[in-house]
């Protein structure tokens, strides 16, 4: 990621991560080198490492910031300080704990889009509930295939709801943080900070 910075390309991949906490903190280190989060979104085997976008932030304090990030970590890189997180690890300051948080919430709501269920897609789910049904017919009892595609419709019921009060949860947190809701071209929920434009092809975030 710091060769992709020192480059200064306009977009910069973080590689793939497991885990949420720590694609978060390198996208705060992007940050205090003057990019802004783009998106994040699941890939890999299964959707099981998560890829984060973050975008050159043109506004004049970013390369500000940018400016005396170099300056306070000349080394970063070659084994010298890394802004915001302890030296050696992927682990936050104590001070920039709660943007990093921010970060991740960010990151926490793009990528449940994937799990998020629309219309067409409870439509789908139940319509496989039944055709399981119906399955289980030929070779058990009506009791037994009713019960077994019940069960399975009430998983998928509960999946929905657990993650419509999650998105809502993390909604209510950025909100608070400052951060207004938009829709994107595919009619996807996003969050940008004040200021802030949905990504474009020069220009991605001018006001």
């Not at 304090?61 to 170099?70: Q, W």
């Amino acid at each position: 990621m710091l060769q992709q910075i020192a480059r200064q390309q306009d977009i910069v991949e973080i590689a793939p991560q497991g885990s949420t906490p720590k694609a978060a903190a390198l996208a705060y280190v992007a940050e205090q080198y003057g990019y802004t989060y783009g998106m994040a979104y699941r890939t890999g085997f299964k959707n099981s490492l998560v890829q984060v976008r973050m975008y050159r932030d043109p506004r004049p304090d970013a390369r500000i910031r940018e400016a005396a990030t170099i300056t306070a970590h000349p080394q970063a890189g070659n084994g010298g300080t890394v802004p915001g997180l302890k030296q050696g690890s992927l682990k936050p300051l104590p001070e920039t704990v709660g943007a990093v948080a921010v970060l991740k919430d960010l990151i926490t709501f793009d990528v449940m889009a994937l799990y998020v269920a629309d219309r067409s897609q409870k439509v789908k789910g139940y319509l496989a509930c039944t055709i399981l049904t119906l399955l289980l017919l030929i070779d058990r009892s009506a009791v037994e295939a009713v019960a077994s595609g019940v069960a399975v419709a009430l998983l998928f019921t509960v999946a929905f709801k657990i993650g419509a009060i999650r998105r809502g949860t993390i909604t209510r947190r950025l909100t608070d943080a400052g951060f207004h809701a938009v829709r994107d071209e595919q009619g996807g929920l996003r969050f940008l900070r004040p200021g802030q434009q949905l990504p474009g092809h020069t220009n991605p975030f001018a006001a």
